[in-house]
């Protein structure tokens, strides 16, 4: 049975850093993509960041340059280094594996405020 659980959310005053991590519990790992989503309070879930099962990633325009996706075969762990954050990047954060099958794990809460 896969499970994607995300940890690592919490309160940040803004310019802070945080750093998620996803554990991709029994999942053929190497064969999916790893991808972050958002989705802030009335507003539609939104793609952050893509790691390729092959290695390369991209980043929405609203957090490139300060957020850097990444994954770690071995572990199968998927990790999201978010760094000069701000206000609006307050959000619940979603893991997902996009495959042979799509999954999603629970979501954890990112708060930016002073």
């Known amino acids: 049975q896969v499970q994607l659980v995300e940890s690592g959310g919490g309160w940040v005053q803004p310019g802070g850093s945080l750093r998620l991590s996803c554990a991709a519990n029994g999942l053929d790992f190497t064969f999916y993509d790893m991808n972050w989503y958002r989705q802030a309070p009335g507003k539609q879930r939104e793609l952050v960041a893509h790691?390729?099962?092959?290695?390369?990633?991209d980043h929405s325009d609203a957090v490139r340059g300060r957020f850097t996706a990444s994954r770690d075969n071995a572990k199968k762990m998927a990790y999201l280094q978010m760094s000069s954050l701000k206000p609006e990047d307050t959000a619940v954060y979603y893991c997902?594996?996009?495959?042979?099958?799509?999954?999603w794990g629970q979501g954890t809460q990112v708060t930016v405020s002073s």
């Open positions: 790691v390729s099962k092959y290695g390369p990633s």
């Open positions: 997902n594996a996009n495959g042979s099958y799509v999954y």
